[in-house]
């Protein structure tokens, strides 16, 4: 299983960006895919997930702004970023799994994790 991720980079407060995340060696629709950002000094937080019930989750600091979609025909998930503050820079990282549903936001629960990418939000 490998998740890469793509799409960071520098933008300025106001500004968006797109990440993606492409999965190989997983079955489309049948995977959680989440995720998840980590601040220089702080801990790993939840950003974002797509729930194998169609749902999507987000955090409520990113609720509105930020938006996850799919391509099944990819099995690539995106997260649009819109809107963004200095305090959204963090590195973000994809990640894949089956938690349950009442638990989506917890990172043990991801199995799989894609290398990290940076997002900076500065004027």
């Known amino acids: 299983v490998q998740l890469q991720a793509s799409g960071g980079g520098q933008v300025q407060p106001g500004g968006s960006l797109s990440l993606s995340c492409a999965a190989s060696?997983?079955?489309?629709?049948?995977?959680?895919m989440g995720w998840f950002r980590q601040a220089p000094g702080k801990e790993r937080e939840f950003v974002a997930a797509?729930?194998?019930?169609?749902?999507?989750y987000y955090s409520d600091s990113v609720k509105g702004r930020f938006t996850m979609s799919r391509d099944g025909a990819k099995n690539t998930n995106y997260l649009q970023m819109n809107s963004l503050k200095p305090e959204d820079t963090a590195v973000y990282f994809c990640?894949?799994?089956?938690?349950?549903?009442?638990?989506?936001?917890?990172?043990?629960?991801?199995?799989?994790w894609g290398q990290g990418t940076q997002v900076t939000v500065s004027s």
């Open positions: 990640a894949a799994g089956y938690p349950p549903v009442g638990s989506i936001r917890s990172d043990s629960l991801y199995r799989y």
């Open positions: 060696g997983l079955t489309y629709g049948s995977y959680v």
């Open positions: 797509f729930g194998r019930n169609n749902y999507r």
